[in-house]
């Protein structure tokens, strides 16, 4: 391995690294926010809302996030409306990010027990508090794992973002080979950081399950005689 090829050209990996890591955390940010209260929605009962909701699900984690990108690159200024590459990355992949995360937050709440809700409901509590004080906090713990597995997913498909000419680190990474013809080196080392990104991930991941068992086993929850006194 040629140490001082790669330390010529490290720098250059790590700006794009940086383009990497905000991408992925908007599109986490801007799914999570989009995908907690629609996720609430889809559990009520059957109604129009809930079956186009079930119908964008199905529908986005069936399209690759590559022709989703290039609908809204190329298809997209045939209607008149023209982004930024960034942007058009950053919509590509939250949503497809959005139909994800629904279904695994669906599934973390559909865990928690139903008469729990409803004993809140009788007792007048406001359903918002529901869900932040009974529902989520029993929820996370089922859904992270899958979260977390969702979110090393979204760091990985950011890679797909370098087709529309985003500086990220797999489109430096070609880039530096295809000038050099030194394709070892640049390869390991975008590999290494990938594994370091995704390891961060797993960290904080894993910080956040330690505080919610802790949480849990205190009594996260409080009693809903409590929780109507205090609302």
Do not use: C
């Not at 040629?2 to 890591?21: F, I, Q, R």
């Not at 529902?135 to 890679?159: D, E, H, R």
Request: aromatic letters at 10%; glycine letters at 6%.
């Amino acid at each position: 391995m040629d140490l001082n090829y790669l330390a010529e050209y490290l720098p250059v990996l790590m700006d794009a690294t940086k383009v990497t890591a905000i991408l992925t955390v908007v599109t986490l940010i801007l799914s999570t926010v989009i995908a907690l209260p629609l996720s609430v929605v889809g559990l009520r009962k059957p109604n129009a809302f809930s079956a186009a909701l079930d119908l964008f699900t199905l529908f986005m984690r069936s399209i690759p996030t590559l022709v989703v990108l290039f609908f809204f690159y190329y298809g997209m200024p045939y209607l008149g409306l023209v982004l930024p590459a960034f942007a058009v990355a950053v919509v590509g992949l939250t949503l497809s990010a959005v139909a994800y995360n629904i279904e695994i937050f669906r599934s973390g709440l559909r865990a928690v027990d139903p008469g729990q809700i409803e004993a809140a409901e009788a007792l007048g509590i406001p359903r918002w508090r529901i869900w932040v004080n009974i529902a989520f906090p029993q929820a996370m713990p089922v859904f992270l794992p899958t979260y977390l597995s969702n979110a090393t997913l979204i760091l990985k498909g950011t890679s797909v973002a370098s087709i529309i000419t985003i500086p990220e680190l797999t489109a430096v990474s070609n880039e530096i080979v295809s000038l050099t013809y030194q394709p070892f080196e640049i390869l390991i080392a975008s590999a290494l950081i990938y594994v370091v990104l995704g390891g961060a991930l797993s960290l904080i991941a894993a910080a956040v399950r330690r505080h919610l068992t802790r949480g849990l086993s205190a009594g996260p929850v409080r009693s809903a005689p409590a929780m109507k006194a205090s609302a």
